[in-house]
């Protein structure tokens, strides 16, 4: 898991002063926040490590299937043996140790095979031998170690592997693996000995060496005629000092001596499999591990009863739990983010006339933005453009920056009440100052030759760098009464927001399929309606309906582009969206102990993208940018229906109600709040069950289903009570009062939070990792407290 460091640090000046119907209020705040974000350790649980102490992809160790000769999973090193001649070499007849499975994946003499010719000797290509189940234990055949790729490693990054350690060393390396070393975790299950054992017929072993030896084995270097000659080497097996054409026992009769129980004519060995007439004698012919009486073949599962090494010590069996037992996260990311912003903001409000107040205010902010960001740091660094910062021949994408743009904005506001028509007319300007040290890369000097980042962002883009932009925006409006008990009213505005800043910054310091930023961002313009009605229905219940209209212009996401022939995407103001709605309020204001309102809303939010970085990943998975959907859909956050029901009971200090008879204590009270909301949508996996109805092409429906309903209640309770002239409050805070299981995330392919398990179209129970808690909201937490007013 990444490991992560944040800091928060806020400070504020302000200062107000009133001059007879005028008001002054100044402010000066300083925000300062820091992030970082570090791989985990995958060996030490809360660690961390730097990009630079992960290895490259290149120094990655591979074994692949077919190099595994014994097919066991792991890379096995030569057998041991005794180097009698000191020529560090293994020499036909010096001893060495039988242990690798003959994990040199062809048949040898003594193995069994199926004679398909039926001529006695194994014929490559016409006799069948299967390496997986014949290849014999103990073979009596040296074997070397299994091929892999072995890579030398560039400790010191001096760009060769010259120095002391560096050098290829012949062994697989554990930490050296893809699965270890960053492309993703390793989720190992625990080892187990899988099937029943053939123990092999009787026979007398008279050499004593525990298995079966028609004859001694021997090997012929020269010519070979399938029989010892004098003077070819031979493993003497029984110490005697010759060769023994006749070793072990094997008896074939119809006596009680005899050693041949399937009555075959030949010795079965435990290397071969169960032989169908073979008879079942637990003990004897036969481990039966899992107690069923009958001979169990490998399966590639563990089956109760199978041997297993119990590494973690529980008493039980383990399989892959989803979990990685070890190894870095799959998308490595090194991240450390800052951020300065000193802002002024200042307001003057004057009563300039009974039917007149004017209020007119500013704001400055001044940013200092700074990123170190490095993705996949075990891919070497390959761009047009030189790295900066630390580790710079480490990353796919690469960013390091300082930049200092300017904000600001002006308002005017004139609040107009005639009668009892109230209105308010404002305008609003706002600007943005590009950083500086941008600015002074974008003018093109026609001698250079060399094309700078700036340059090459303005050609991609097409777009022309400015360094200013500035928008103004009206805002309107009009409350109206059209009775005693009911008024009419109407609000009007255009509003502009930047795009977050690092959108713009992103530098071209990249490879592999790059994203970048792009300075020339504009402004995101929506303007909003709202019309609605406010009806006393008493003094002491309020009825408020209302409707309102917004549409967004000008929304971030990236587009792509074919430049220098490669794939170029950026972030451009392309996008539109647009949001609906009606809400409706009863509010109970005043009068007796309880107090509260209860609201509705209905409301759509439908669009082109819910992020703003949707086209990109959306045409990697597709296939291209053709592929992506042109129409609107359901936005990530489009809730089609909430509930809020707030119900406050406040008993006042000297009251003392009365609940059933039972005088009650005063000052103290009680808040419920119950919110109640729609499933948010998502967009299902193409196996979904039911969904190939659905398919556009490549493109499954964007949010076409909906995750279950939302349901809260939060409670809260305080009591307020004096001690020798000082103020207390004894407060219980109680969130998810009734702890329901809110539904936060689901899969993809189930539309479950809990399973990921869909095997063609049939949802199965999930795994341990499936049922990842965050998919889940918030359960119940209490809270208790005690406060103290000087």
Known sequence: MPVYHEQDISTSLSY????????????????YKSFQQLPGHPDVPGGAVYPGDIRFSDE???????????????????????DINGNGAYDVGEPFEDVNHGKNGVWDPGEYFVDNDSDG??????????????DAFGEGKWDDAENFTDKPTDLNLDGDYDDPGEQANGILDLEKLPVASGDEGVDETEAYFDGDVFLGE?????????????????????????????????????????????????ITCDCPSNHDLNHDGRYNSPNEPFPPNMPFIEGMTVLDYNRNGKFDLPNGRWDPGEPYVDENGNGQYDNADGFFDRGYEKRTYYQDRRAEIWTLKGSFTSQVRREHEIKTGLELRYNK??????????????????????????????????????????????????????AKLGVRYDFYLQSKDLTQQFEIDPNDSKVTEE????????????????????????????????????????????????????????????????FNLDFMKSIHYELGIQYAISDEYALDVSGYYKDQFGQLNTYQVYYQGAERNFFTNIDYGRSRGLEIQLDKKRGGYVNGYVNYQYGYAYGKASAEQQNYYDALNL?????????????????????????????VPGDHPRIFGVRMPDDWGINLLWQYGSGFPFTPDRTYPGITSQLQGRQTPTNYLRMPARSTVDLRFNKDFQIWKTNYSFSVYVYNLFDHKNVENVYLKTGRPDTNQNNSGIIAPGT???????????????QMGISMDF
């Open 16 to 31: 107000s002063e009133n001059f007879g119907r005028n008001l002054l209020e100044v402010q000066l705040s300083r925000f």
């Open 60 to 82: 990655w160790e591979f074994q692949s299937f077919e190099e595994d000769a014994n097919h066991n999973g792991r890379w096995d090193a030569a057998e041991t043996f005794t």
């Open 121 to 134: 000797v194994f014929t490559e290509g016409k006799d069948q031998f299967d390496s997986r189940l014949w």
């Open 455 to 518: 340059e090459f962002i303005q050609l991609v883009t097409g777009q022309q760098a400015v360094k200013s932009r500035n928008r103004v925006s009206p805002r309107l409006g009009v409350a109206y009464p059209v009775s005693d008990v009911a008024k009419v009213y109407f609000n009007y505005g255009h509003f502009y927001e930047l795009p977050e800043l690092h959108f713009m910054y992103a530098r071209p310091t990249q490879f592999g399929v790059p994203l970048y930023g792009n």
């Open 369 to 422: 933005l700074q990123m170190a960001d490095i993705r996949y740091p075990y891919y070497r660094y390959s761009s047009e453009f030189p790295a900066t910062g630390p580790w710079p021949e480490r990353g796919v994408f690469r960013d390091f920056y300082t930049r200092e743009p300017i904000q600001g904005g002006f308002y005017l506001q004139d609040k107009i009440e005639y009668g009892t028509m109230t």
């Open 202 to 250: 009787p026979f007398r072993d008279v050499d004593q060496d525990g298995s079966f030896n028609p004859f001694e084995p021997f090997s012929e270097p020269g010519f070979s005629n399938g029989t010892w000659d004098p003077g070819e080497p031979f493993q003497d097996l029984n110490g005697n000092g010759v060769w023994d054409a006749v070793l072990d026992e094997f």
């Open 768 to 782: 341990e990792r499936d049922r990842d808690p965050w998919n889940l909201g918030p359960g119940r937490n209490i």
């Open 623 to 651: 296939g291209g940018f053709n592929y992506l959907a042109l129409k609107e859909y359901p936005l990530d956050w489009d809730v089609r229906h909430q509930l809020t029901l707030n119900l406050d009971v406040r008993v």
